[in-house]
């Protein structure tokens, strides 16, 4: 069976070999802290520099096109790493062997296929040269022998593949089953391209309604109020989870639901007393922030549901997908937005692509891609909880680069 080289996946299985499950959730948990501290860094750079307001204008579809595109970078990697390659490739030519017949030719290159074996080389032969010093050996040796045996012997190797196969089926049981937990043999079953395609396909939708939403509620409402109702998505995740269970631990339970009523009352309690503390109200962009957050849901449950295990999914290539369907299918409303003039298009100039670029790489092909591999070396569940963790890191960051006061 062949074995594919993809790197991500190596990674990963070789985590879910070695590592225990506490020890997984533990890199898990340490991966989403990251995400939100990257998330913080993104929303400071929009925040001073405005990024959606691009030439006087409102321009979140542009913005959230931007950032999905940049996700196509990881196919570069596709291109032109040649052990990535072996991802695509089709299984290797087997034949049926009868147990109970003996063929001691059929590593020869008249039965064999062409390359298995090398050439034929010739190699001395080296002895012991130990002697007893007997006198039974010395006149043993002095008699004449009728049989006589080559000085070389004839070497040939076995190809790369031939001889990890060879020495994969010479192993025990117990070597072998160890062997799968602390190698990358369990990538045997990685999804192919195909597969990955179509789920990156069906993924980017969802992601790219998700996003887009998420700018428009930006667009239109503070920043605080709109987290908070994006934060919500863990209770959504919850019910999904509950309804659709991929695994026991999916399951709904009375921990779960409590972590959750905690995590929501904390986010509406930081929210409020900031809403007061400014003099504002619930804006319009809230029922987009609601629509925001079910598409995160969505998104995060479908692919729990698509993906058993982390070690299956190329992440890099997976988020390659997502950004060349962005780049090739979401163009054309571009101009169908300019027409009916709901946003109007226009290229940035070169300090704004800088900006563009430089949060688009952070904010989302980093954090993204940290996320989802934080994701499911934990769950939906923990992984749209650790979303809530952006609201006092940015309340820290407002305190120590603004000097904003918060009441206590």
Same mark, same amino acid.
């Given at each position: 069976?062949?074995?594919?080289?993809?790197?991500?996946?190596?990674?990963?299985?070789?985590?879910?070999?070695?590592?225990?499950?506490?020890?997984?959730?533990?890199?898990?948990?340490?991966?989403?802290?990251?995400?939100?501290?990257?998330?913080?860094?993104?929303?400071?750079?929009?925040?001073?520099?405005?990024?959606?307001?691009?030439?006087?204008?409102?321009?979140?579809?542009?913005?959230?096109?931007?950032?999905?595109?940049?996700?196509?970078?990881?196919?570069?990697?596709?291109?032109?790493?040649?052990?990535?390659?072996?991802?695509?490739?089709?299984?290797?030519?087997?034949?049926?062997?009868?147990?109970?017949?003996?063929?001691?030719?059929?590593?020869?290159?008249?039965?064999?296929?062409?390359?298995?074996?090398?050439?034929?080389?010739?190699?001395?032969?080296?002895?012991?040269?130990?002697?007893?010093?007997?006198?039974?050996?010395?006149?043993?040796?002095?008699?004449?022998?009728?049989?006589?045996?080559?000085?070389?012997?004839?070497?040939?190797?076995?190809?790369?593949?031939?001889?990890?196969?060879?020495?994969?089926?010479?192993?025990?049981?117990?070597?072998?089953?160890?062997?799968?937990?602390?190698?990358?043999?369990?990538?045997?079953?990685?999804?192919?391209?195909?597969?990955?395609?179509?789920?990156?396909?069906?993924?980017?939708?969802?992601?790219?309604?998700?996003?887009?939403?998420?700018?428009?509620?930006?667009?239109?409402?503070?920043?605080?109020?709109?987290?908070?109702?994006?934060? *919500?998505?863990?209770?959504? %995740? $919850?019910? /999904?989870?509950?309804?659709? #269970? @991929?695994?026991?631990?999916?399951?709904? =339970? &009375?921990?779960?639901?409590?972590?959750?009523?905690?995590?929501?009352?904390?986010?509406?309690?930081?929210?409020?007393?900031?809403?007061?503390?400014?003099?504002?109200?619930?804006?319009?962009?809230?029922?987009?922030?609601?629509?925001?957050?079910?598409?995160?849901?969505?998104?995060?449950?479908?692919?729990?549901?698509?993906?058993?295990?982390?070690?299956?999914?190329?992440?890099?290539?997976?988020?390659?997908?997502?950004?060349?369907?962005?780049?090739?299918?979401?163009?054309?409303?571009?101009?169908?937005?300019?027409?009916?003039?709901?946003?109007?298009?226009?290229?940035?100039?070169?300090?704004?692509?800088?900006?563009?670029?430089?949060?688009?790489?952070?904010?989302?092909?980093?954090?993204?891609?940290?996320?989802?591999?934080?994701?499911?070396?934990? *769950?939906?569940?923990?992984? %749209? $909880?650790? /979303?809530?963790?952006?609201? #006092? @890191?940015?309340?820290?960051?407002?305190? =120590? &680069?603004?000097?904003?006061?918060?009441?206590?």
């Amino acid at each position: 069976m062949p074995i594919s080289d993809s790197y991500s996946s190596k990674v990963c299985g070789l985590i879910n070999g070695i590592l225990s499950k506490y020890q997984r959730l533990a890199v898990g948990c340490c991966a989403l802290i990251v995400v939100d501290l990257l998330w913080v860094l993104s929303a400071q750079i929009t925040k001073r520099f405005n990024i959606q307001k691009l030439n006087g204008s409102e321009r979140p579809f542009f913005t959230t096109y931007v950032r999905s595109s940049l996700f196509v970078i990881y196919l570069l990697k596709y291109f032109y790493w040649t052990p990535l390659k072996s991802c695509n490739q089709p299984p290797g030519d087997y034949m049926s062997v009868d147990q109970d017949v003996e063929d001691e030719s059929y590593f020869t290159d008249q039965n064999g296929p062409p390359g298995e074996l090398s050439d034929a080389t010739f190699v001395p032969l080296v002895y012991s040269g130990r002697s007893s010093g007997t006198e039974s050996e010395t006149e043993h040796s002095n008699r004449k022998k009728h049989v006589r045996f080559s000085k070389l012997t004839e070497v040939r190797h076995l190809s790369d593949k031939e001889a990890n196969e060879a020495l994969l089926a010479r192993l025990s049981y117990q070597a072998t089953l160890r062997t799968n937990e602390l190698t990358f043999i369990q990538s045997v079953n990685n999804y192919n391209v195909p597969h990955t395609a179509k789920v990156a396909f069906l993924f980017s939708v969802l992601r790219f309604g998700a996003e887009y939403s998420f700018q428009c509620s930006l667009s239109n409402g503070e920043v605080g109020i709109v987290a908070l109702i994006c934060s *919500s998505c863990s209770l959504v %995740t $919850l019910m /999904l989870c509950a309804i659709f #269970p @991929l695994t026991p631990a999916d399951r709904f =339970s &009375l921990s779960k639901g409590v972590a959750v009523c905690i995590s929501v009352c904390g986010l509406i309690l930081v929210t409020i007393s900031n809403s007061y503390m400014e003099h504002v109200h619930i804006p319009s962009g809230a029922l987009l922030g609601l629509v925001s957050a079910l598409f995160y849901s969505l998104y995060i449950v479908f692919l729990r549901q698509h993906v058993e295990k982390e070690e299956k999914l190329d992440i890099l290539l997976f988020y390659g997908f997502v950004g060349l369907y962005s780049a090739i299918l979401l163009w054309p409303l571009l101009f169908i937005l300019h027409y009916n003039s709901w946003e109007v298009f226009s290229l940035p100039d070169r300090d704004q692509w800088l900006i563009l670029l430089l949060e688009g790489l952070v904010g989302s092909v980093l954090t993204e891609t940290l996320w989802l591999w934080g994701m499911l070396l934990t *769950s939906p569940l923990i992984a %749209t $909880l650790g /979303l809530g963790l952006t609201i #006092p @890191l940015s309340m820290l960051v407002d305190m =120590s &680069l603004y000097q904003v006061s918060y009441p206590r």
